[in-house]
């Protein structure tokens, strides 16, 4: 239990969940329909008000899609209107990047949702929309992300 900690209801863990989702890959602006290939697998760890999402997505096309590239369906929400909470890493590999967006690849989760968008940040400046379906519909994407849930 630690330094200083009595075995109670106080200091137990109990809300501990473990599961599996698959990645619901759209465009913000127009959801479309996205095709994948092999692999499109995501698990979760939920301990108490954290979940730590991994996963791995080949997308390989898209019909009617538009916007920012996002999962639609990560397995819980953010708790409060702070925008954009969310830490990790996430690997894009054939991905065509503009070249003045290659600086850093960030995962959002949008506020009172359970949206993920992966965006590109550059040089003095915010969040870029480049990783989005106008850019590229044939690629592979690996996340390990950690965000606050309720």
Same mark, same amino acid.
């Given at each position: 239990?630690?330094?200083?900690?009595?075995?109670?209801?106080?200091?137990?863990? /109990? /809300?501990?969940?473990?599961?599996?989702?698959? =990645?619901?890959?759209?465009?913000?602006?127009? &959801?479309?329909?996205?095709?994948?290939?092999?692999?499109?697998?995501?698990?979760?760890?939920?301990?108490?008000?954290?979940?730590?999402?991994?996963?791995?997505?080949?997308? !390989?096309?898209?019909?009617?899609?538009?916007?920012?590239?996002?999962?639609?369906?990560? =397995?819980?929400?953010? =708790? /409060?209107?702070? *925008?954009?909470?969310?830490?990790?890493?996430?690997? &894009?590999?054939?991905? /065509?990047?503009?070249?003045?967006? *290659?600086?850093?690849?960030?995962?959002?989760?949008?506020?009172?949702?359970?949206?993920?968008?992966?965006?590109?940040? *550059?040089?003095?400046?915010?969040?870029?929309? !480049?990783?989005?379906?106008?850019?590229?519909?044939?690629?592979?994407?690996?996340?390990?992300?950690?965000?606050?849930?309720?």
């Amino acid at each position: 239990l630690g330094n200083s900690l009595t075995l109670s209801a106080a200091n137990t863990m /109990d /809300d501990y969940e473990e599961g599996d989702f698959t =990645p619901d890959w759209r465009g913000a602006s127009a &959801l479309g329909t996205t095709s994948y290939g092999t692999y499109n697998t995501g698990s979760y760890v939920k301990i108490g008000n954290q979940v730590t999402v991994r996963g791995f997505s080949e997308i !390989s096309g898209t019909s009617g899609g538009s916007g920012v590239w996002f999962i639609m369906n990560m =397995p819980f929400s953010t =708790p /409060d209107a702070r *925008k954009y909470r969310a830490v990790g890493h996430i690997n &894009l590999e054939s991905f /065509d990047i503009a070249d003045d967006h *290659k600086i850093d690849i960030m995962a959002f989760l949008d506020k009172n949702s359970n949206h993920m968008h992966i965006r590109a940040t *550059k040089d003095n400046a915010g969040a870029g929309n !480049s990783i989005n379906v106008a850019s590229d519909t044939n690629f592979q994407v690996y996340f390990h992300i950690t965000y606050q849930t309720t």
